[in-house]
């Protein structure tokens, strides 16, 4: 559902899915998707050349990835230079918001849209990461993650973009149709 409401809010070229193993919904997205590409691995920097070079906007879908991303140089390249001179929008898919790896805190620190989904197991990383983003209110992020990620499949949007309106930072149900929850201070 995220990637379709970013195709219809910014006209999107391609859409580059890298994947670890292949799943039976990729037949779907094909076919639901358009302008798709299957990537089986990860994508080289020059792999990602090849995909963005003459388009004006592709997304990098980075799958069940996270170990080979965090060691990867390519991909610090692609999330520091590449995202903003070639207009690529990365979305990482990961189970954990602090994976071991050289490049990992690099990669971290410029992810500008972190979408966050309940977690039973490790709730401490999202406290720690509230503390990051907010030092001094992180009462105010848990009540927000707290709320937004109560129904089931909930989520909290964290938006780190620069010309982001502060008021704005943390908010949930963001897609076409939901009606949208924006988190404030009290």
Do not use: W
């Not at 690099?106 to 039973?120: A, D, G, M």
């Not at 401490?124 to 990051?132: A, D, L, M």
């Amino acid at each position: 559902m995220v990637i379709i409401h970013i195709c219809h809010s910014t006209p999107v070229d391609k859409i580059i899915y890298a994947y670890s193993e292949y799943q039976p919904m990729f037949d779907e997205m094909m076919t639901d998707i358009p302008r798709l590409i299957l990537h089986q691995g990860l994508p080289s920097k020059e792999d990602i050349e090849r995909y963005t070079g003459g388009v004006n906007h592709t997304i990098v879908v980075l799958d069940d990835l996270m170990l080979q991303v965090a060691q990867s140089q390519d991909c610090v390249h692609l999330f520091t230079v590449t995202s903003h001179h070639r207009n690529v929008t990365t979305v990482m898919l990961s189970q954990n918001l602090y994976p071991p790896g050289k490049y990992a805190r690099t990669i971290s620190l410029n992810c500008l849209n972190v979408i966050l989904f309940r977690n039973y197991r490790d709730s401490r990383q999202v406290i720690t990461f509230g503390s990051q983003i907010l030092p001094g209110n992180v009462s105010y992020f848990k009540a927000a993650y707290e709320a937004a990620t109560r129904p089931n499949f909930g989520y909290l949007h964290v938006c780190l973009e620069p010309t982001q309106i502060k008021d704005y930072q943390l908010r949930s149900n963001i897609l076409p149709g939901e009606d949208m929850v924006i988190y404030q201070p009290l």
